[in-house]
């Protein structure tokens, strides 16, 4: 049987430790909230009530299709199709397509950046093979006018980011939501990571500055992994709520 992701490919590395994926979802946690669709996931009321658990499934579900033999990965897509379909039925209203797309640009932009940050630059295959991964995804999901390459895709990007994103109402809350839910220092931390990996729309749009407090920090932390304390400090940091889910998210490639 085929993986849906090759065992050597550098996805697999980069949603392969806890690290990364969670600036992952630092950084879609930023972009979420400026998106023009987000009342979509006000209107089951989970996003409002859980944002951190409704973040890390998004999370659970990207990595569980990477990592996941081809025929699972692609049942696990499906799955995700027609619980949205399902939304679509109770609320009588479709969920526009450049909405879905603007979620699979979040995965492939913070996947690279995430990765970029805490390791080193992507080669441009590298780049093109992370793309490649989601653009499968995205096709699985029946997502119309994605471009075929990474390089094309650039463009696509800005213009989601330039067309699809404001501050609302919906934005205020769910930061609220984000500092409610974390407290007020991991809530700082969340933001300042935000400031390593959102690109300059989001930036302007969430008055963010160029700099982040936890820029100079990052060679200590690069350090305390050698020496394995790293883990000790995730546990000082990170809610406890989610111990559990973040030890699972570091797999062996």
């Known amino acids: ?5 090759a065992k050597d490919s550098i996805v697999r590395k980069i949603w392969g430790t806890s690290d990364t994926v969670l600036l992952i979802f630092a950084g879609a946690a930023a972009e979420f909230a400026l998106n023009k669709a987000v009342d979509w996931l006000y209107f089951t009321g989970k996003l409002p009530a859980d944002p951190l658990g409704r ?11 990477i990592f996941a033999e081809e025929t699972r990965a692609y049942q696990t897509i499906d799955s995700i199709y027609h619980i949205h379909k399902a939304v679509e039925q109770e609320r009588s209203a479709q969920i526009p397509d450049w909405a879905y ?7 492939i932009h913070y996947s690279i950046a995430s990765f970029e940050v805490l390791e080193r630059k992507l080669t441009a295959n590298e ?5 490649d991964v989601f653009y499968r995804f995205g096709k699985r999901m029946q997502l119309e006018d994605l471009a075929t390459d990474y390089e094309s895709w650039l463009p696509q990007r800005e213009a989601h980011l330039k067309e699809n994103l404001y501050k609302s109402d919906y ?3 769910l930061f ?8 007020p220092v991991r809530y700082t931390i969340l933001v300042e990571s935000q400031k390593l990996l959102v690109p300059e729309p989001v930036r302007k749009l969430l008055d963010y500055s160029r700099f982040s ?6 060679p200590v932390y690069k350090l305390s992994r050698k020496l394995n304390a790293d883990a000790l400090i995730k546990t000082l940091l990170l809610p406890k709520d989610y111990k559990e889910q973040i030890d699972a998210l570091n797999v062996a490639v």
């Open 176 to 183: 609220k939501q984000y500092k409610k839910h974390l407290g």
């Open 55 to 65: 973040l890390f499934s998004t999370v659970t579900y990207a990595r569980s299709i």
């Open 127 to 131: 780049k093109q093979e992370v793309y």
């Open 1 to 5: 049987m085929s993986n849906f992701v």
């Open 171 to 173: 934005t205020k809350d």
């Open 101 to 107: 797309r603007d979620v699979l640009f979040m995965l």
């Open 213 to 218: 407090a936890l820029e100079p920090l990052i």
